[in-house]
């Protein structure tokens, strides 16, 4: 069993930043195969940045250069850096967890970019 928990989210002006945590509990033995989604209002949920399970990074192409992915392996927590918000950020963004071939999801925190 896997619980993530996210924290972090928040309202934001354009061009502003914040970042996201999500702490694992439970069965987790590693933070590969981790990482951020997000859904917007109306439209399907979206990866934003994982850790691949080989421990690469991947990212989004609307977010690339401005978000950062990193984590913490002693504390089982993966971060989501984001810089240089736009409005089109604003979405709920849910961690991820995929493992013994299931995926496992936050509750969501929500962001909000907007002046």
């Known amino acids: 069993q896997v619980q993530l928990v996210e924290s972090g989210g928040g309202l934001v002006q354009p061009g502003g930043s914040l970042r996201l945590s999500c702490a694992a509990s439970g069965s987790i033995f590693s933070t590969n195969a981790m990482g951020w989604y997000r859904q917007a209002p109306g439209k399907q949920r979206e990866l934003v940045a994982a850790f691949t399970s080989g421990g690469n990074t991947n990212y989004a192409d609307s977010v690339k250069g401005r978000f950062t992915i990193s984590r913490d392996n002693a504390k089982n927590t993966v971060y989501l850096q984001m810089n240089s918000l736009k409005p089109e950020d604003t979405a709920v963004y849910y961690c991820?967890?995929?493992?013994?071939?299931?995926?496992?999801w936050g509750q969501g925190t929500q962001v909000t970019v907007s002046s």
């Open positions: 991820n967890k995929w493992f013994k071939a299931r995926d496992y």
